[in-house]
Each structure stands twice: as structure tokens, then as C-alpha cells.
């Protein structure tokens, strides 16, 4: 892609501004879900729970060299490789809307639990595809939907949380929740107590990984959804068996000794999208049965998630098996039921059970830097890295469902200017707006920001060096002049 010798004006979608309004809605303790479920835990042996995820990267590619949505490109130019797949992928994005209301008709009590990146919604919105979003506003606002909805929030543009600059974890998690709201009402955001991290990628370096679970905490999250090969027990093993279809706390600590801790739903290992499209997580769950936490019996949960519209099986397999699952649970009684993660939490809470309780787990490896310090400070820390990193075996690159690919090999021309861009963006207005927050509603600031969230987008380096990376360096380009 050709460099563009200027920068076209970008309308910027309401992503920062108003920061204290969105905390207001989101700093709260109260039951979502439990107090009007029709689910009786007591009732149960065992339940599953499924999250799709949906995104679209934004690139600079519109017919102008303005930003626009891929799904919006794939339309444009149908002939090249899969995009003719583009009004299928628009009908993944809406179908929900469709099934949700058709469940409930027939006297079925579904559930399911959405993902969608602040690019997406941002490029629905571009495309003036009201037909989605409307289909998509019933599930997220409507009283007959939403005890069977549950939406969870995410990294605005889809950024992998290990090589994310520190300063900016917040910046995208509160993005999301500002888009979010705008869209879908305050009522709505009030709802999304769980985060799904894009490709499931969980941080296992100590500061890092602290850092995101304090922003996440800071910003309303009370759980987060993570890979079952993301974590280790706190002796460095892999989870019990039976373990990963409980809640579990996932435990932070950082090269100072500090520690958090947030409640975690683990995603079993698979070929996600398969398992998903073919209603697995249902299947599994009836070789499932009661565990105790405790001393409370709690049915287990088997919980999974996968892309929404990618692929011949999501496309095909998944409208064919979604339905017929639901009817059979619901001729079947309530040993085996659906749940989205916060029910099934807050129905665990009010059995009685403390989330101080749950089997506490930290990230891979980190057991490895632990065992190698006698005193955690900063500086011990960093070396037990280093020396681990020297000998072979250990990263600090954290884990995905993507573990074939790295998200920081072979991609240094992403992420020094991703690392660049970041560091002239907080330079310039850190102190700005510690001065005033107001200056978060200027227009030079949210320019300014949507290209420094927007080079972070993990497409450009998924899909390897290329057309991608050339958005990339496009992206910061103008994320520069933006600056100036």
C-alpha cells in the first residue's frame, strides 16, 4: 500500500470523554443476573456456557485512504480471496438477534455470552448497517433478552494485552466501555461485569499481568475468561482435571511483592470454533457433576468460546446445531443447563460459597521466576528473566489460543512503532490531563488516540508481514501528524 501524502479526517467514534460518568456506571456490587434467573443450582449436575467472539479490524484502505471497516473492504473488492464471504460475516454478526427471540418462543431458556471489538461496532456503525446493530440492541436492551445475553467487555481494538504498552490497558478497556455505552445505554454497560481478552491472550509477565488485572478491576470487571494453557497452579503445575470447570482466582504479583487477584472461568482446550459450532460445551457437560468449594456442592461448568463467523463451521454447523441443543435441555429437566459466566458466579456466591475460596492459580512460568528469587523486588525479578530466557524454554511473551504464533517475534517494525506512538501520545497529554480531564473531550486528543488504540490492533500482526504491516506503518503515520 502506497504511503498517502495526507491525512484524511477521520470522524472519531466516542471512545474517551466523560471518563468519571462510565466509572459511575460500572463501580457497583450489586447481582446482575441472579436475582431474576429461573436457574436453580441446587437443581444441577452440571452446565455450559459459550461466548462468541466478533471483530473487524479498521485499516486505511477506504476508497480515499480514509479508515475503514474490513468487512466494508471486503465488500468493496469481492473477488479477492475469501471476501466473498462478506455478507455471511454480516449475517454471523446479526444472527444472534434472530435466534435469541426464537428460543424464547418455544419455551427454551438459552444462553449466550457475546464479544465484540470496539472496531466492529465502530465499523457497523460506518456502514450505516442499522439492520445489525438494531437486531443486536434487543439482545443487550430488551427485558425478554437479557436474562438470556450476557455481553462482556474487551480491548476496544482488539490489542493482545502482553504487547500492549502498560499506560494504555486502561485506555482500551475504558474505550470499549465508553463505545459500548453510546451504542447500547449506560443500563446496558451497567451489565458487563466479564472480559474477554482478544486471542485469549493472558500476560505472564509479573508487571504486566498485575497492571491488567488492576485495570480491569478499576473499570467494574469482577471476572475474566481465560485459556485453560494460559495458567499454572501457584506449585507451577497444570490444573487438576476437574478443576477448570470451577472458578478459580486467578492471583497477580508484580517485581515490588504487590498482589491482586480476579476471578477467572477457564476455557478448556480445543478446536474452539468446532467445539462451539457443534454445541460441545452441551455435550461435555453431561459427563460433568457436582464439585464442592468450600464445603458447598456446585454443579461444574464447562465453558468455551470461538470466533463467530469465521470459518465453514460457524458459517454452517453452528445455526444447524445451536437450536436443537436448547430444545434438548429443554425437554431433558434441569440437570443440564446453559449459564453465562456472571449467573453462574453470582448463583454460586448466593449458595454460599466465597470467591476468597476458589483455587487459586497464577500465569504459565511464572513459578520458574518465584522459585529462583529469595526476595521479590524489581531487579531480581528482571534477572530471573533473563537467566531463564538464556537458557531456552521460557518466555515472556504470555499465552493464547494462537500458541503456534507469536505476537512479538518477527514483528519488532509493528511494535517499536506501536511502542513509539504510545510514548509521544502520554508525553504529550499525560500531564494535560491530570491537569484537566476535560481535555479527553478535545477533538486533537481523541484523534490523537484512536491511532495510538488502532495500531494496536492484533491483525497487523496475525496475519503476518505484508499488506498488514504496511497498514500498520500507515496507521502510525498518521498517528504522528496527529500529534503534531
Same mark, same amino acid.
Given at each position: 500500500?502506497?504511503?498517502?501524502?495526507?491525512?484524511?479526517?477521520?470522524?472519531?467514534?466516542?471512545i474517551c470523554g466523560g471518563e468519571a460518568a462510565v466509572s459511575a456506571i460500572t463501580?457497583?456490587?450489586?447481582?446482575?443476573?441472579?436475582?431474576?434467573?429461573?436457574?436453580?443450582?441446587?437443581?444441577?449436575?452440571?452446565?455450559?456456557?459459550?461466548a462468541l467472539h466478533m471483530h473487524q479490524p479498521s485499516i486505511p484502505a477506504g476508497?480515499?485512504?480514509?479508515?475503514?471497516?474490513?468487512?466494508?473492504?471486503?465488500?468493496?473488492?469481492?473477488?479477492?480471496?475469501?471476501?466473498?464471504?462478506?455478507?455471511?460475516?454480516?449475517?454471523?454478526?446479526?444472527?444472534?438477534?434472530?435466534?435469541?427471540?426464537?428460543?424464547?418462543?418455544?419455551?427454551?431458556?438459552?444462553?449466550?455470552?457475546?464479544?465484540?471489538?470496539?472496531?466492529?461496532?465502530?465499523?457497523?456503525?460506518?456502514?450505516?448497517?442499522?439492520?445489525?446493530?438494531?437486531?443486536?440492541?434487543?439482545?443487550?436492551?430488551?427485558?425478554?433478552?437479557?436474562?438470556?445475553?450476557?455481553?462482556? /467487555?474487551?480491548?476496544?481494538?482488539?490489542?493482545?494485552?502482553?504487547?500492549?504498552?502498560?499506560?494504555?490497558?486502561?485506555?482500551?478497556?475504558?474505550?470499549?466501555?465508553?463505545?459500548?455505552?453510546?451504542?447500547?445505554?449506560?443500563?446496558?454497560?451497567?451489565?458487563?461485569?466479564?472480559?474477554?481478552?482478544?486471542?485469549?491472550?493472558?500476560?505472564?509477565?509479573?508487571?504486566?499481568?498485575?497492571?491488567?488485572?488492576?485495570?480491569?478491576?478499576?473499570?467494574?470487571?469482577?471476572?475474566?475468561?481465560?485459556?485453560?494453557?494460559?495458567?499454572?497452579?501457584?506449585?507451577?503445575?497444570?490444573?487438576?482435571?476437574?478443576?477448570?470447570?470451577?472458578?478459580?482466582?486467578?492471583?497477580?504479583?508484580?517485581?515490588?511483592?504487590?498482589?491482586?487477584?480476579?476471578?477467572?472461568l477457564i476455557k478448556t482446550q480445543g478446536s474452539d470454533t468446532k467445539l462451539v459450532?457443534?454445541?460441545?460445551?452441551?455435550?461435555?457437560?453431561?459427563?460433568?457433576?457436582?464439585?464442592?468449594?468450600?464445603?458447598?456442592?456446585?454443579?461444574?461448568?464447562?465453558?468455551?468460546?470461538?470466533?463467530?463467523?469465521?470459518?465453514?463451521?460457524?458459517?454452517?454447523?453452528?445455526?444447524?446445531?445451536?437450536?436443537?441443543?436448547?430444545?434438548?435441555?429443554?425437554?431433558?429437566?434441569?440437570?443440564?443447563?446453559?449459564?453465562? /459466566?456472571?449467573?453462574?458466579?453470582?448463583?454460586?456466591?448466593?449458595?454460599?460459597?466465597?470467591?476468597?475460596?476458589?483455587?487459586?492459580?497464577?500465569?504459565?512460568?511464572?513459578?520458574?521466576?518465584?522459585?529462583?528469587?529469595?526476595?521479590?523486588?524489581?531487579?531480581?525479578?528482571? /534477572?530471573?528473566?533473563?537467566?531463564?530466557?538464556?537458557?531456552?524454554? *521460557?518466555?515472556?511473551?504470555?499465552?493464547?489460543?494462537?500458541?503456534?504464533?507469536?505476537?512479538?517475534?518477527?514483528?519488532? %517494525?509493528?511494535?517499536?512503532?506501536?511502542?513509539?506512538?504510545?510514548?509521544? *501520545?502520554?508525553?504529550?497529554?499525560?500531564?494535560?490531563?491530570?491537569?484537566?480531564?476535560?481535555?479527553?473531550?478535545?477533538?486533537?486528543?481523541?484523534?490523537?488516540?484512536?491511532? %495510538?488504540?488502532?495500531?494496536?490492533?492484533?491483525?497487523?500482526?496475525?496475519? /503476518?508481514?505484508?499488506?498488514?504491516?504496511?497498514?500498520?506503518?500507515?496507521?502510525?503515520?498518521?498517528?504522528?501528524?496527529?500529534?503534531?
Amino acid at each position: 500500500m502506497g504511503a498517502i501524502a495526507t491525512v484524511p479526517r477521520v470522524t472519531v467514534p466516542p471512545i474517551c470523554g466523560g471518563e468519571a460518568a462510565v466509572s459511575a456506571i460500572t463501580d457497583h456490587q450489586d447481582a446482575i443476573f441472579a436475582p431474576t434467573s429461573n436457574l436453580a443450582l441446587g437443581q444441577m449436575q452440571a452446565g455450559f456456557a459459550c461466548a462468541l467472539h466478533m471483530h473487524q479490524p479498521s485499516i486505511p484502505a477506504g476508497h480515499d485512504g480514509g479508515v475503514i471497516c474490513n468487512l466494508q473492504h471486503m465488500f468493496e473488492h469481492a473477488s479477492d480471496g475469501d471476501n466473498h464471504n462478506a455478507s455471511v460475516f454480516a449475517w454471523c454478526y446479526s444472527r444472534m438477534g434472530d435466534f435469541i427471540p426464537e428460543l424464547v418462543e418455544k419455551g427454551c431458556n438459552p444462553r449466550i455470552m457475546l464479544d465484540y471489538s470496539g472496531n466492529l461496532l465502530w465499523g457497523l456503525e460506518q456502514m450505516g448497517r442499522h439492520d445489525i446493530l438494531d437486531n443486536l440492541k434487543k439482545l443487550a436492551c430488551d427485558p425478554r433478552y437479557t436474562p438470556h445475553v450476557e455481553w462482556l /467487555g474487551t480491548m476496544w481494538s482488539h490489542a493482545v494485552a502482553p504487547s500492549t504498552p502498560i499506560p494504555d490497558l486502561k485506555l482500551q478497556i475504558v474505550a470499549w466501555q465508553k463505545h459500548f455505552a453510546a451504542i447500547f445505554g449506560t443500563e446496558a454497560l451497567r451489565r458487563v461485569r466479564g472480559f474477554s481478552p482478544p486471542e485469549m491472550h493472558l500476560p505472564n509477565h509479573p508487571d504486566t499481568l498485575y497492571e491488567y488485572v488492576k485495570a480491569l478491576k478499576e473499570c467494574g470487571y469482577k471476572w475474566l475468561l481465560v485459556q485453560e494453557d494460559s495458567i499454572e497452579t501457584l506449585e507451577g503445575h497444570g490444573l487438576p482435571q476437574d478443576q477448570k470447570y470451577l472458578p478459580n482466582q486467578l492471583v497477580a504479583r508484580n517485581s515490588h511483592g504487590e498482589e491482586i487477584s480476579i476471578t477467572i472461568l477457564i476455557k478448556t482446550q480445543g478446536s474452539d470454533t468446532k467445539l462451539v459450532a457443534q454445541m460441545q460445551p452441551y455435550h461435555e457437560a453431561k459427563g460433568k457433576g457436582r464439585q464442592e468449594i468450600g464445603g458447598v456442592a456446585l454443579p461444574s461448568l464447562v465453558s468455551q468460546i470461538a470466533d463467530g463467523e469465521n470459518g465453514g463451521v460457524m458459517m454452517n454447523e453452528f445455526p444447524r446445531d445451536f437450536s436443537p441443543a436448547w430444545e434438548q435441555v429443554r425437554d431433558s429437566g434441569n440437570a443440564i443447563a446453559g449459564m453465562n /459466566g456472571t449467573e453462574y458466579l453470582e448463583l454460586v456466591e448466593a449458595a454460599g460459597v466465597n470467591p476468597a475460596d476458589y483455587p487459586k492459580v497464577q500465569a504459565v512460568q511464572q513459578h520458574r521466576i518465584w522459585q529462583r528469587i529469595d526476595q521479590v523486588m524489581p531487579e531480581a525479578v528482571e /534477572g530471573a528473566i533473563a537467566d531463564l530466557t538464556q537458557a531456552g524454554g *521460557f518466555h515472556m511473551d504470555g499465552a493464547s489460543w494462537t500458541n503456534d504464533l507469536s505476537w512479538v517475534s518477527g514483528y519488532e %517494525n509493528v511494535l517499536e512503532p506501536m511502542n513509539q506512538l504510545s510514548a509521544k *501520545f502520554h508525553a504529550k497529554y499525560d500531564a494535560l490531563v491530570a491537569a484537566d480531564p476535560s481535555v479527553t473531550e478535545q477533538a486533537d486528543y481523541q484523534e490523537a488516540l484512536l491511532y %495510538n488504540l488502532l495500531l494496536q490492533t492484533s491483525c497487523f500482526r496475525y496475519w /503476518g508481514q505484508g499488506a498488514w504491516t504496511d497498514y500498520a506503518r500507515e496507521l502510525y503515520r498518521r498517528g504522528e501528524a496527529a500529534l503534531r
